[in-house]
């Protein structure tokens, strides 16, 4: 079996935007957040003063409430991103999420609800996953 190592996003993906951009102890919203791995990362890493998320999955929104008291949580009908409120993030970020939505249009709508949700100032980082067979 091959051996799975842990991708290391904070390092690659997180703490490079964050720094290049200087957000530091700003506000930042996880979309495909799930129960949460990501948003723990990110608060762990000390960039920032509230990490917010957005999922499909209502179950894992609830649990991640139970361990994030001080994030929101918004719920996503699939196409959008919930009820996050307009102009209020420094960074949208998300891995593993998007290469999910096979569907242009409804991606495309998710990335204007990014555009909506970020702050004059505010940036995106999106990961996704590739594999070339």
């Known amino acids: 079996f091959p ?7 904070e390092k690659e993906l997180l703490t490079p935007v964050a720094e ?14 799930g129960p949460g791995r990501m ?3 990110m608060y762990k890493t000390g960039l920032f003063e509230r990490v917010d998320g957005v ?8 649990y991640a409430k139970s361990q994030f ?4 949580f918004y719920s ?3 196409y959008d991103v919930g009820g996050a409120p307009f102009k209020t993030y420094d960074l949208v970020y998300s891995t593993i999420a998007m290469q999910h939505i096979a569907c242009r ?3 495309d709508n998710i990335y204007k609800g990014f555009h909506h949700i970020l702050n004059d100032e505010g940036v995106i980082s ?7 067979t």
């Open 55 to 62: 999922d499909v999955s209502d179950y894992a929104l609830e």
């Open 69 to 72: 008291s001080s994030s929101n």
């Open 39 to 41: 948003i723990r990362r």
């Open 105 to 107: 249009s409804i991606r």
């Open 3 to 9: 051996v799975t190592i842990a991708f290391p996003y």
């Open 20 to 33: 290049n951009l200087k957000i530091r102890g700003n506000v930042a919203i996880d979309f495909g957040c």
């Open 76 to 78: 996503s009908n699939g």
């Open 126 to 132: 999106l990961q996704f996953a590739f594999n070339p």
